[in-house]
Nanobody
Framework: QVQLVESGGGLVQAGGSLRLSCVASGSIFSISAMGWYRQAPGKQRELVARMTSGGKINYVDSVKGRFTISRDNAKNTVYLQMNSLKPEDTAVYYC?????????WGQGTQVTVSS
């Protein structure tokens, strides 16, 4: 079992920045990958960025060069630094952890980018 708690969402103007945090607790040593997903109104949830336990990272094309995923193992925390935000980045952002074939999700944090 893994528990995930996100924070850091909010309202920002286009071009601004936000940093999301996700603190993991529980069976964290069994986590094989952690990532961030987002879901905009009327759209499917999509992967934004993902990092494996071995450090492999991938991003959705629309955020490459603007978003950065990172982790602090001492704090059991994964971050998503979001720069040059655009109105189309508006969504609920969810932290995700993968243990074997089991996925765990945080409660989500709202990011709203005004134009």
């Amino acid at each position: 079992q893994v528990q995930l708690v996100e924070s850091g969402g909010g309202l920002v103007q286009a071009g601004g920045s936000l940093r999301l945090s996700c603190v993991a607790s529980g069976s964290i040593f069994s986590i094989s990958a952690m990532g961030w997903y987002r879901q905009a109104p009327g759209k499917q949830r999509e992967l934004v960025a993902r990092m494996t336990s071995g450090g492999k990272i991938n991003y959705v094309d629309s955020v490459k060069g603007r978003f950065t995923i990172s982790r602090d193992n001492a704090k059991n925390t994964v971050y998503l630094q979001m720069n040059s935000l655009k109105p189309e980045d508006t969504a609920v952002y969810y932290c995700n952890a993968l243990l074997g074939f089991q996925e765990y999700w945080g409660q989500g944090t709202q990011v709203t980018v005004s134009s």
